[in-house]
Structures are given as structure tokens and as C-alpha cells.
């Protein structure tokens, strides 16, 4: 809770460390991760909202998903695992979620499962619902990653 | 679980007529299936956790759960007895979304917290009150078909 009004690395650093004064600040290279975390929710959520406008537009044109389309989603898991790396390591450095480490973690997994299983199902209709389906994964994932950033910080 | 369903095409009279995951059925079923993982999840979450701080809400997020599960089990499995028990359930989920959105919206004293089905699923982009719309069509297509 007093998180919330707090913002930034060094306040993040500070409250998340138990170190206060001038040693925090003068060792901000150990805490590095948060802006991390900041980042790759930005990443994911773009890459899925592409991923989602080229997987649509190829439902629109009425094909499946092809080869450059897995690359893709191969390129937006590779981020979402990182991100589970990223935040399953603050937790363990012992990091707080505002809204509790249970529905962090849910949410972590929910997102990096999204698209695989969008693609999987996109193996087994072979037309353009197939593609669309992806679309919507794609959505999916950007909505769970901004309720993901408002779990982290806001609560 | 597709692969079941392909592996006895022979469940109704109506090989091709009761496969209810193929084309527009099977962005049904992913949104159907994404759907019952997130009320699955928050309702568990919420009735372990927190269940009396909002018993009603609560108890009306593990009903949508549980008609989301079914409605997902329905459409995956296919034939014709699956596609009226799905088209009943569509109905009911319907009918549920909007008393509890009405309700929710004319009572917000007896709601502390919110349920999935607040505000017309208002907290999911109001995919409850138009997923239940899309897949009356696509059942009552399938029929036809």
C-alpha cells in the first residue's frame, strides 16, 4: 500500500530492499530488475498487439497461420518466458506483488501460455479461424499484461 | 481434445453437422476456454481467500465458472445431444449476464467486490454479455448445417 505513492526505480529499490540513505543510491546496479519487468510488460504488450493486427489480417484475407506467423508467436513466448524468469526472481529476492504473489504468479503463467495454445490451435483449423484465433490470443495477452503491471504497482 | 472429437466422427446421425469445433466454432471455443480459466482461477482464488468479504459476488463468479466449463466441455465434445445442451447454457449465461449486470448496477450495496458478470462483464471488455449472443448464432448455424 504505501508502494502505490511511491514510483520509480530508486523509490522501488529503496522500499524493496529494506536500504535506505545514500547506500541505495549508490548501488542502484543491483536492483535492476524492476524497470526490466517495466520494459518487458511494454514489449509484450506491443508484440501481441502486432502479432494480433498480422494474425487478423490474415484471417481477413481469409489464409491460416504459416510459417512466419509461428516465428511470431515463437518471438512473443521467448519474451513472456523471460518475463516469468524476470518476475519469479524478484519474488524471490523478495519483492511484493500489491496484489499478492498467488495472483501475480497466475498471471505470469496465464500470459505465457496465451499464445502457444492460441497456436496449437491454429494447427488444428487449418483456415482463416485459425489465424483469428491467434488474433484474439494476441489480445488476451495484452490485456492480461496491463492487468499484470496494475498487480505489480498499483493493487 | 479436438482429436477425440475427430476420432469418432460417428457420434450423431450428421458426421459434418455436428463437428461444432470447426471454422468460426473453434474462436468460440478459445474464447470460451480462456473465459472459464480466468473465472475458474478468480473464483477459486476468491473462495479460498476472501470468500466473506463478498459472499453474493463470489458465489456468482463460481456460477459463471461453472457455466463457462460446461459451455467449453459441450462445444469441445460436439454432436447433437452437446450443441442443445450448449445452446441452453448459452441461454441461460445470456439471461445470467444480465440479471447480474441489472443487479449490480441497481444494488451496489450488496455487491462489496465484484463478480465476473458485473456491469455486463464490464472487467472483460463486455465479452460476457456478447459471447453467449455469438454462440447462439453459430449453434443454431450448426444445426442448419
Given at each position: 500500500?504505501?508502494?502505490?505513492?511511491?514510483?520509480?526505480?530508486?523509490?522501488?529499490?529503496?522500499?524493496?530492499?529494506?536500504?535506505?540513505?545514500?547506500?541505495?543510491?549508490?548501488?542502484?546496479?543491483?536492483?535492476?530488475?524492476?524497470?526490466?519487468?517495466?520494459?518487458?510488460?511494454?514489449?509484450l504488450?506491443?508484440?501481441?498487439?502486432?502479432l494480433?493486427?498480422?494474425?487478423?489480417?490474415?484471417?481477413?484475407r481469409?489464409?491460416?497461420?504459416?510459417?512466419?506467423h509461428?516465428i511470431?508467436?515463437?518471438?512473443?513466448?521467448v519474451?513472456?518466458?523471460?518475463q516469468?524468469?524476470?518476475?519469479?526472481?524478484m519474488?524471490?529476492?523478495?519483492?511484493?506483488?500489491?496484489?499478492?504473489t498467488?495472483?501475480?504468479?497466475?498471471?505470469?503463467?496465464?500470459?505465457?501460455?496465451?499464445?502457444?495454445?492460441?497456436?496449437?490451435?491454429?494447427l488444428?483449423?487449418?483456415?482463416?479461424w485459425?489465424?483469428?484465433?491467434?488474433?484474439?490470443?494476441?489480445?488476451?495477452?495484452?490485456?492480461?499484461?496491463?492487468?499484470?503491471?496494475?498487480?505489480?504497482?498499483?493493487? | 481434445?479436438?482429436?477425440r472429437?475427430?476420432?469418432?466422427?460417428?457420434?450423431?446421425?450428421?458426421?459434418?453437422?455436428?463437428?461444432?469445433?470447426?471454422g468460426?466454432?473453434?474462436?468460440?471455443?478459445?474464447?470460451?476456454?480462456?473465459?472459464?480459466?480466468?473465472?475458474?482461477?478468480?473464483?477459486?482464488?476468491?473462495?479460498?481467500?476472501?470468500?466473506?468479504?463478498?459472499?453474493?459476488?463470489?458465489?456468482?463468479?463460481v456460477?459463471?465458472?461453472?457455466?463457462?466449463?460446461?459451455?467449453?466441455?459441450?462445444?469441445?465434445?460436439?454432436?447433437?445431444?452437446?450443441?442443445?445442451?450448449?445452446?441452453v447454457?448459452?441461454?441461460?449465461?445470456?439471461?445470467?449476464?444480465?440479471t447480474?449486470?441489472?443487479?449490480?448496477?441497481?444494488?451496489?450495496?450488496?455487491f462489496?467486490?465484484?463478480?465476473?458478470?458485473?456491469?455486463?462483464?464490464?472487467?472483460?471488455?463486455?465479452?460476457p454479455?456478447?459471447?453467449?449472443?455469438?454462440?447462439?448464432?453459430?449453434?443454431?448455424?450448426?444445426?442448419?448445417?
Open positions: 500500500m504505501v508502494k502505490a505513492t511511491v514510483r520509480g526505480p530508486a523509490a522501488r529499490s529503496a522500499a524493496g530492499w529494506g536500504r535506505s540513505g545514500p547506500a541505495a543510491e549508490r548501488a542502484p546496479a543491483r536492483n535492476s530488475l524492476g524497470p526490466m519487468l517495466v520494459a518487458l510488460t511494454v514489449a504488450s506491443a508484440a501481441a498487439l502486432a494480433a493486427a498480422w494474425c487478423g489480417f490474415a484471417a481477413y481469409d489464409q491460416p497461420t504459416k510459417d512466419w509461428f511470431g508467436m515463437g518471438v512473443v513466448t519474451l513472456a518466458l523471460a516469468v524468469v524476470v518476475g519469479v526472481v519474488l524471490a529476492r523478495g519483492e511484493k506483488a500489491e496484489e499478492g498467488a495472483i501475480f504468479v497466475s498471471y505470469l503463467v496465464g500470459a505465457f501460455l496465451a499464445v502457444p495454445a492460441a497456436g496449437f490451435m491454429s488444428v483449423e487449418r483456415s482463416r485459425g489465424s483469428a484465433v491467434v488474433a484474439a490470443g494476441g489480445v488476451v495477452l495484452a490485456v492480461l499484461e496491463v492487468r499484470l503491471h496494475d498487480i505489480w504497482t498499483v493493487g | 481434445m479436438t482429436e472429437t475427430q476420432a469418432r466422427p460417428d457420434g450423431g446421425p450428421k458426421p459434418g453437422g455436428n463437428k461444432l469445433v470447426k468460426p466454432g473453434i474462436l468460440l471455443v478459445w474464447l470460451y476456454g480462456v473465459m472459464s480459466v480466468g473465472s475458474v482461477s478468480r473464483s477459486v482464488y476468491e473462495v479460498a481467500v476472501k470468500f466473506d468479504h463478498a459472499p453474493l459476488a463470489y458465489s456468482l463468479s456460477v459463471a465458472a461453472v457455466v463457462y466449463c460446461f459451455i467449453t466441455y459441450t462445444l469441445v465434445r460436439g454432436g447433437e445431444t452437446a450443441r442443445r445442451a450448449a445452446l447454457c448459452c441461454a441461460a449465461e445470456l439471461v445470467g449476464v444480465l447480474v449486470g441489472t443487479w449490480t448496477l441497481a444494488d451496489p450495496g450488496a462489496p467486490d465484484s463478480s465476473v458478470w458485473s456491469e455486463f462483464g464490464m472487467g472483460y471488455l463486455f465479452i454479455v456478447l459471447l453467449p449472443l455469438t454462440g447462439i448464432a453459430w449453434l443454431r448455424r450448426a444445426r442448419a448445417a
